[in-house]
């Protein structure tokens, strides 16, 4: 079970003022974080220039992985062997299609959800802000990261929305 949680970010986003670091104001936790899975990047913060969305949730093969890397970095190969599929999972957060360039999406932590085999993944969103100019493409923001064995269920949600500033 793949649950999206995708609140108004551009509601929450719009209007805030950057900081002198170019982020904005962190939004509320209404949770601690244990932040007690460890995982490692595979995508890096992407906008990707795709016509479709790739589903967010788990990848359990190398076929899978493939399909989705493929489908989705057609400039780079498919590198199957970054992931031990004998003892990790890939979890696929995706949100959305925009028709505006910038948007990138992190995954900034991976806990232990409240069921057995159920992991909460948290992001960041990056949005354009003050001085960005970037073209009017239909993106597709994207974050893959690897995580150990079992991952039965995750839900993703977003815990935090910043602005770059390119002034």
């Known amino acids: 079970l793949v649950v999206l949680v995708l609140p108004a970010l551009f509601m929450l986003a719009c ?13 509320p936790r ?29 990848i359990e093969t190398p076929e899978e992985f493939c399909q989705v890397w493929d489908s989705t970095f057609t400039a780079q190969p498919c590198e199957p062997g970054l992931i031990d599929f004998d003892h990790e999972v890939v979890l696929v957060a995706s949100a959305w299609s925009l028709q505006t360039g910038g948007i990138g999406l992190q ?17 960041a969103v990056e949005l354009p802000g003050r001085g960005c100019i970037y073209p009017d493409w239909i993106v597709n923001p994207i974050a893959m990261v690897k995580v150990t064995r079992p991952v039965e269920s995750a839900t993703f949600e977003v815990l935090r929305t910043f602005k770059i500033d390119c002034s």
Do not use: M, N, Y
């Open 107 to 123: 995954v900034e932590c991976v806990q232990s959800g409240d069921a057995a085999g159920s992991v909460e993944v948290l992001l």
């Open 15 to 27: 209007g805030k003022e950057t900081s002198p670091g170019g982020f904005a104001s962190v939004l």
């Open 30 to 58: 209404e949770r601690d974080l244990r932040c007690d899975i460890p995982f490692t990047d595979l995508a890096g913060s992407t906008s990707l220039l795709v016509t479709h969305g790739v589903p967010s949730g788990i």
